[in-house]
């Protein structure tokens, strides 16, 4: 790309991704992409903290946000994924987003929104992909699949979203040892570091690409 790319990061939680993504930007000139806006379906998400310290705008795309606490409540799984979706993808609209990152976002994207950025969204998803993916894996859930299935090595993979969960095409793979007595703790105190290299890397492909 002649310019920077311009991304929205979709976080959940305490945004360690979210930082490696903000650090490098900042150390680097020729960094290829400019963050310019954090979403976060969870309103208590510490990675709001570190967007705001980095006077990046944030948003908050919860479904209770969008459809209103009483709505909310007896809202079905995909109509409140479909409208979280959807207001992500006016907001990234309104932002000028040219791509999408998922760092730790634990709503599974669907409907428009997988369209209009078909091939400009990635994820960072806590293992090797294609196994322990889908549904329900994320986090120390993926952890603790990985220690019970005794594989040998686990680590991260940055891929891009399609319409499936977990599907799409692989862009960035990091590997750690799976250890004799691991905790699912331990095991992902090995694999974040890779975590915050493997979502630069990614995102730094995804400018090359777009």
Known sequence: MSKKMKIVVLVSGGGTNLQALIDFERANADCPYTIVGVFSDRKAAFALERAKNANIATEIVSSYAILGAEKAKVASRDEKRFAVSDRVNVLCKEYKADAIVLAGFLTVLGGKIIEDY????????????????????????????????????????????????????????????????????????????????????????????I
């Open 118 to 209: 078909s091939g400009k969204i990635v994820n960072l998803h806590p293992a090797l992909l294609p196994k322990f993916g889908g549904e329900g894996m994320w986090g120390h859930h993926v952890h603790e699949a990985v220690i019970e299935a005794k594989e040998s090595e686990s680590g991260c993979t940055v891929h891009l979203v399609d319409a499936g969960c977990d599907t799409g095409k692989i862009l960035v793979q990091k590997r750690v040892p799976v250890l004799e007595g691991d905790t699912p703790d331990s095991l992902y105190a090995r694999i974040a570091p890779e975590e915050h290299k493997a979502i630069v890397e990614g995102v730094c492909l995804l400018a090359e690409m």
